[in-house]
């Protein structure tokens, strides 16, 4: 299904903010804010030529603006794509009679074919380098006989097997795809890789069968059928059946998966597998907005378990999360407590300390850059040492904290700041126009502006007294950054009706006489104003909707 284009594909120009109306605005309050903004900006209530020509060009947007949402088809192209969705072509074959869902799915349409047009361009890679390091030696003390003859006082420290795999999608047509796999391992020197091909086909909206097609240097052949079907709306199921050749004669293998949705967080699964290494193994999973949590247990040759795991999201972080579980089998109990957190818009390091009998302490780092893994299993110790348990948890929790403050942040700052130029560099001469407009709606503003207030002070009602727009420096540690605001005291001003000033819920960045002084950042509103003889002042976020007279701070006027 198409989606909305994102924010960046969007145009900036709000049409709600430039009319100051609500998103769910009536007929009637967009004639009336229309009307408003008619009279401010008619060429015909200006005299003076230059003055006429901006009032000409700010009424001519104006009205743009009130066609494009007093026109319900237009409206519904316009809430869900923004300028540019009514700029696409192909809207000339839709007729004007059709509800606001039939043109979201004529849109889709359109969407879908241009989709098909980048098919043969899309591949989707996704990899996985794995890198098994043997540590022991840093631990493990051996008698004086076995150390190395060499005489060397250093630790010994081996990569002793590696893993790298690789996968890419050719999709063929809107419901075929094609999948090419390939992989290496090696460990202990030995070793040896495989490259599978499958085509995947989508049958309907229920379901989705795929071939695959297999050789590697360690085994024969390969043969395998997957099945994927919804039974219910709460219930599917998926079949793996495969056939593996190789010098001991055909193994079969069958996997079968059942699933239910148990809630709409909770999932229910039921597996059988029957082959070289039988099993059934019941899980459930339960995944909300801050943990994750699993209970299985599985019975089977060579392998029965039960294992529980816990996974913690931060809700005023949404970028760390901890984790811990416990596994215990007839190999033994192995209890696992580890971290994830992301780093970069792309980029999730995580780290998990493994500590059982008989498997001894690893270490295991992982990073995930986009659709690329990279994995670092480091085994420390066969024993239960304390000395080692202590330096996988403390180890990666020091070189974390250095990184980050050495390497990691400094590069965030130098993206974002980088960024941010190109940002401001792309949209400077749209800025331009926008602060040229700004400043023609000031100077059109004036005479009403005057009027409004001689009415204001008569009442002792509401009046403006300084308004500013951008970024305010308030922690004491950016006193450095240079204070990037504008004077909006006049456009506020214009806007207050009946002694009140309602601001919609929206960028105040496309309000009449505003514009983004500062691309990309973070702006306030800071607003004092004077109300029945009290100065009164109040901050509000950029896209916050404010109403004043409201209680706010009182500015000492003696002081």
């Not at 009279?39 to 030529?49: A, G, I, S």
């Amino acid at each position: 299904m198409a989606t909305a284009l994102s924010e960046e594909e969007l145009d900036n120009e709000d049409y709600y903010s430039l009319l100051n109306v609500r998103r769910e605005a009536s007929s009637e309050e967009l004639k009336a804010a229309y009307r408003r903004l008619c009279m401010l900006y008619h060429p015909d209530k200006h005299r003076d030529p230059e003055l006429k020509s901006q009032a000409e060009r700010l009424f001519n947007l104006v009205h743009q603006a009130y066609e494009v949402l007093s026109d319900p088809q237009t409206r519904a192209i316009y809430d869900i794509y923004g300028k540019r969705g009514l700029e696409m072509e192909g809207w000339e074959v839709v007729e004007r009679r059709r509800t606001p869902a039939e043109i979201r799915e004529e849109y889709e349409r359109l969407q879908r074919e241009r989709e098909e047009r980048r098919l043969q361009q899309r591949t989707n890679p996704k990899g996985t380098i794995s890198v098994g390091i043997d540590a022991t030696d840093l631990f493990d003390r051996y008698e004086e006989e076995y150390e190395d003859v060499s005489g060397s006082g250093f630790p010994q420290i081996e990569i002793n097997k590696m893993h790298i795999s690789q996968s890419i999608e050719a999709p063929l047509t809107a419901s075929d795809t094609a999948i090419l796999s390939g992989s290496l391992s090696t460990q202990n020197g030995n070793g040896g890789g495989s490259i599978n091909f499958a085509l995947r086909r989508v049958t309907s909206a229920k379901g989705w069968g795929e071939l695959e097609f297999g050789a590697g240097d360690l085994q024969g052949p390969l043969f395998g059928l997957k099945l994927f079907r919804n039974l219910t709306p709460r219930c599917f199921v998926t079949t793996n059946c495969a056939l593996q050749f190789s010098s001991r004669g055909i193994r079969p293998g069958l996997t079968t998966v059942l699933a239910r949705n148990l809630d709409k967080n909770t999932v229910g699964y039921l597996q059988w597998r029957w082959g070289i290494q039988s099993a059934m193994n019941t899980s459930i999973v339960r995944d909300t907005k801050t943990s994750h949590f699993t209970v299985a247990l599985q019975l089977g040759i060579p392998h029965s378990f039960a294992l529980i795991s816990y996974q913690h999201k931060f809700q005023d972080d949404d970028q760390t999360r901890v984790k811990g579980s416990l596994k215990a089998g007839f190999f033994g109990t192995v209890v696992e407590y580890g971290a994830e957190r992301k780093i970069s818009r792309h980029s999730v390091l995580g780290a998990v300390v493994s500590v059982g009998v008989p498997q001894g302490v690893s270490l295991k780092v992982k990073l995930n850059r986009a659709s690329q893994t990279y994995f670092f299993p480091i085994h420390l110790t066969d024993q239960l040492l304390p000395s080692a348990v202590f330096y996988a948890t403390v180890g990666p929790l020091v070189l974390y904290f250095a990184m980050h403050r050495l390497v990691i942040k400094p590069y965030l700052r130098a993206q974002k700041e980088k960024e941010l130029e190109k940002q401001r560099e792309s949209t400077a001469t749209d800025i331009l126009q926008k602060k040229q407009e700004a400043e023609a709606a000031v100077r059109l503003m004036q005479e009403s502006v005057r009027r409004i207030i001689e009415a204001e002070e008569s009442r002792m009602g509401l009046i403006i007294v300084n308004a500013w727009y951008g970024k305010f420096v308030s922690d004491r540690s950016k006193r450095h950054e240079r204070v990037k605001a504008i004077d909006v005291t006049v456009p506020l001003q214009c806007l207050v009706r009946d002694s009140k000033l309602i601001l919609t819920e929206a960028s105040k960045a496309g309000l009449p006489g505003f514009y983004d002084p500062c691309v990309g950042e973070e702006k306030n509103l800071k607003v004092l104003y004077q109300f029945r003889g009290v100065l009164h002042q109040v901050m509000a976020l950029d896209s916050e909707a404010l109403r004043i007279p409201k209680q706010s701070h009182r500015i000492d006027t003696d002081g």
